[in-house]
């Protein structure tokens, strides 16, 4: 009896690629060279603009018969080509080439060369993530919806983010966030706000910082939010409300210390158990979230300015997304 293998299903892959942070032309001999080895049908290629930042690009590709896209770019090339790949089945290529490249680092891919990184695109596995999701509402009343990969924020971070120095963030990358926050000091406030949780009574506080986490490690290890992860379904919470002379000082004590270096032990967790908890720094869980400030603020999402925000509602879409991550 002779057996017939059915064919393979063809693969392909697309290049989404912002020309001011790659050499596209060596890009280009790479990726063909790696995708014609692996066995892939010819590469599809888009150049991103200021107007269009990847998500209509990449839908066209997948419309096209990619069953890859690869973000070529900074964080904001890669979750704009996430937000493009959204429920479709298609998987997103990681190809690092920006300041903080926050996706790879929390899927502990760390930063690869671009050897390995078109290794793990062409030969890898798809793993599969959650999404954030961020619907904004502008001073004018208009509505925009986004999504997140790692974090949303408002407040200093956001207020940090705005402030930073292009030419130096692309001098000496994420570095440069430590200007951007020197410059946001002066003006530091508490935002007020309500929110409500997953459909719970609204609540008034207010907090220097609020952020929203897919994942929690930032760039240089920190790790903000320790029990956030990719694939679990709800989105971790936290808020930063430095109290009294030291209040920052308590709060990089939590950040740098508790979560950096006592949660990597046994002992350590023991530690943190026993010690008096920090109100500088709380966090919560949930699958939905809904904010309105008291006073126009600034947001961010994946480390870019996204403008100021009067409301924030966001929730999690979970495995919406599927990422390649080595094999």
């Excluded at 017939?4 to 280009?28: F, H």
Aim: with cysteine; charged share 25%; net charge neutral.
């Amino acid at each position: 009896m002779v057996t017939i293998e059915e064919p393979a299903e063809s693969q392909r892959a697309a290049v989404v690629y912002n020309p001011i942070k790659v050499d596209v032309t060596k890009l280009r001999v790479e990726i063909n060279r790696a995708a014609k080895k692996a066995g892939f049908e010819k590469t599809l290629w888009f150049e991103t603009t200021i107007d269009e930042a990847g998500q209509n690009l990449t839908r066209q590709a997948v419309e096209q018969g990619a069953t890859v896209v690869i973000a070529a770019g900074g964080d904001g090339t890669v979750r704009a080509v996430a937000e493009g790949l959204r429920n479709t089945g298609a998987a997103l290529g990681l190809l690092p080439s920006g300041t903080g490249n926050l996706l790879a680092r929390n899927l502990d891919m760390g930063v690869p060369h671009t050897e390995k990184a078109l290794g793990i695109i062409f030969t890898g596995r798809d793993r599969v993530i959650d999404l954030g999701l961020a619907a904004i509402t502008r001073p004018d009343g208009d509505v925009q919806e986004h999504v997140f990969l790692v974090m949303a924020g408002l407040g200093l971070d956001a207020k940090m983010i705005a402030n930073t120095n292009s030419r130096l963030k692309k001098a000496v990358g994420w570095l440069a966030y430590v200007d951007g926050v020197g410059r946001s000091l002066p003006e530091l406030h508490p935002v007020k706000f309500r929110f409500s949780i997953d459909g719970s009574p609204w609540k008034s506080t207010s907090a220097h910082t609020v952020m929203v986490g897919n994942c929690g490690v930032l760039p240089g290890g920190v790790l903000l939010i320790p029990d956030a992860r990719l694939d679990d379904g709800v989105l971790d919470i936290m808020a930063l409300r430095p109290e009294g002379p030291f209040g920052w000082l308590k709060v990089w004590n939590k950040i740098a210390w508790e979560n950096g270096v006592l949660r990597k032990s046994a002992a350590g967790r023991k530690i943190i158990d026993l010690s008096r908890d920090v109100r500088s720094v709380t966090y919560h869980t949930g699958k939905d979230l809904k904010l309105v400030v008291a006073e126009p603020e600034e947001f961010q999402l994946d480390g870019d300015e996204f403008g100021e925000v009067t409301a924030v509602h966001s929730w999690v879409e979970p495995g919406a997304l599927r990422v390649k991550v080595p094999a």
